[in-house]
């Protein structure tokens, strides 16, 4: 039995073929390099009646994920979040097919769980015994959580500005934690001169390693079999690396590839704050590059990315699909957040409310038709950017009584 059908790596620019089963990193170009497999071999298990009986986590689609022992799974459960419809929000916006795709409920509380499940256990099989990145928070959370599941070693460089909790989940799973006063550009600008000093450490910046891209492309795949093998018309993602939507695209070319979907693909919406907006700016431009952001600054910390090292690919998948990309002021998604909590008692990080806010937006602007089915990526929970809620509330005294 194939446990994964992995065939060798590719760069993203210029098809070159790369060793999978070596420790890679980037192309020789510096480009992305991108998991290929034999997915007629992958489609002789990995069935849509063999999932039926499979686990309810992201490793049921192992045959298309790049750990070749099933022994060297590294696993805290991640997987199948829910697909939540967004009923009384979604009315409220003139969307009334509106879902959102809960990624707060992952381990770590993000969707970056799913990048540092399957690239540590990848890594880990290819013998490398220390992962090393910069990060907006999630992320380094999430791969230092799974370097401790594996025994692994994690060094961790974050901007100053990162929201607190991160730094607490990095620090209790036993990372080496540096906070920078910068951006997440000079965080990785450290990281990549610390690798070489460190035998045995890889670099796992994203995009610079082949297989966070591998996890993330999951939720492409459980979104798709949660709508009994139909895709939706539209996907909002916000997008800082873009990790998650070149996944999604990836995932759904699979699909096709395999026999479970048809031709049309969802629309992809790439998401940007304003403070930091460069893929929106390429795309408007009609670029397939994007310019490095200046001044870069949105409380949607996570999407704080001036210039996404696979920012062609996000473009690509954007325009292949017939999709967008839109930006949202940092007040109109605070707005979003506070009112998807009150409506549906879901409180998201303040990227999805992104999301929430350019959905609204493109539905007033006919970007989105009312009878459409759109699916929102709740990339993490709420709960780990209390700054964003204003909690001042009055006092009682004891003996007092409410007004």
């Known amino acids: 039995m194939t446990y994964s059908a992995l065939s060798h790596l590719e760069c993203s620019r210029a098809g070159t073929r790369y060793d999978a089963d070596a420790v890679q990193g980037v192309s020789d170009l510096g480009a992305p390099l991108l998991a290929r497999y034999d997915l007629e071999r992958a489609g002789r298990t990995l069935t849509r009646e063999a999932l039926a009986g499979r686990p309810a986590d992201l490793w049921r689609y192992h045959e298309v994920l790049p750990v070749r022992d099933p022994d060297r799974v590294v696993t805290l459960g991640e997987g199948m979040t829910p697909l939540l419809p967004l009923r009384r929000y979604g009315a409220a916006i003139g969307v009334p097919g509106l879902l959102m795709k809960d990624e707060g409920l992952i381990p770590t509380g993000s969707f970056k769980a799913r990048g540092a499940a399957v690239g ?9 015994t220390g992962v090393a990145m910069p990060t907006n928070g999630n992320a380094g959370a999430a791969w230092a959580a799974y370097a401790a599941r594996a025994g692994m070693a994690a060094l961790i460089a974050m901007p100053v500005d990162a929201p607190p909790i991160t730094r607490a989940e990095c620090l209790a799973t036993g990372a080496e934690l540096y906070l920078v006063d910068g951006l997440i550009g000079d965080a990785g600008k450290l990281i990549h001169a610390a690798v070489p000093e460190r035998p045995g450490y890889q670099e796992v910046s994203t995009l610079r390693e082949p297989y966070r891209l591998e996890g993330k492309k999951t939720m492409g795949y459980e979104l798709v079999e949660q709508l009994g093998w139909a895709v939706p018309d539209v996907i909002l993602y916000p997008t800082g690396g873009g990790v998650g939507l070149i996944g999604i695209y990836k995932a759904l070319r699979e699909m096709q590839e395999l026999g479970w979907i048809g031709e049309r693909l969802p629309r992809l919406v790439a998401v940007q704050a304003q403070g930091c907006a460069p893929i929106v700016a390429a795309f408007e431009a009609g670029e397939s590059v994007s310019v490095p952001w200046p001044h870069a600054a949105t409380v949607a910390f996570g999407i704080t990315v001036p210039k996404a090292l696979g920012d062609f690919l996000v473009l690509e998948a954007v325009r292949a699909t017939g999709g967008t990309a839109v930006a949202v002021s940092d007040d109109a998604l605070l707005a979003e957040q506070r009112r998807l909590a009150a409506h549906e008692g879901t409180f998201v990080c303040p990227e999805t409310a992104a999301c929430a806010a350019a959905a609204r937006q493109l539905r007033a602007g006919g970007g989105i038709a009312a009878g459409e089915r759109v699916v929102l990526l709740n990339t ?24």
């Open 120 to 128: 540590v256990s990848r890594a880990a099989e290819l013998g490398v």
């Open 380 to 403: 993490g929970a709420g709960l780990k950017y209390p700054e964003t809620v204003d909690v001042r509330v009055p006092t009682l005294a004891v003996d007092g009584r409410i007004p």
